[in-house]
């Protein structure tokens, strides 16, 4: 039974991945399921054994980036230290978590509109509390000096089309290294923010 439940995990897995570089590529609406189980050399019946339908796999992969964003964000709120400080966190950990799955992580920017009802709602809620954490970070911030003041559902737009952008562009094999990209990303973040000093966040 170990067994059966481990090589069914396994599959699934590869259902996930395989999925993903097709949604990324061609998109979730133009994406079949015979179109990923012939990617898999499974027969499209053979998919229903391990999947309910296609938009469980898409829900599959936007849910575990979404708890990947939260966690990273969890990470930077439990920090101590300024406003800039926890920013910073919150900025190199979204940057992490696009750094570790591209693939997913656009999946997860563009195609998460695709769901339906209840799945939809959920990721939209999601959404919404974690920009939220992000202005009440720049308010804090405004509020104890660190940041001068501004329009804090601006700045966290800004600041959070920009870090979901790099999942569009961004390749391993690039010339832009993650740390690279980390760096360059948090220092235009606290610009944004329009931090007094930028050595106030180090």
Known sequence: MLGDSSLTETRRVQIDDVATALFRERGYAAT???????????RGASLYAHVASKEDVLWSIVDRTAARFEDAADAAARAEGSAAGRLTGLVRGHVGVIMEDPGAAVVFVHEWRQLNGRRRADVLARRDRYEARVR??????VDSGEFE???PVLTATFILSALNGIATWYRPDGRSSP???ADTYTN????????ASLEEAR
Do not use: F, K, Y
């Not at 079949?32 to 898999?40: G, K, N, P, Q, T």
């Not at 009440?136 to 911030?141: E, K, N, S, T, V």
């Open 188 to 195: 235009l973040a606290l610009r944004a923010a329009r931090v």
């Open 149 to 151: 003041p501004g329009d």
């Open 179 to 181: 740390e690279m990209i």
């Open 136 to 141: 009440d970070l720049i308010r804090a911030g």
């Open 32 to 42: 079949s399921v015979r179109e990923i189980a012939r990617a898999l050399d499974l």
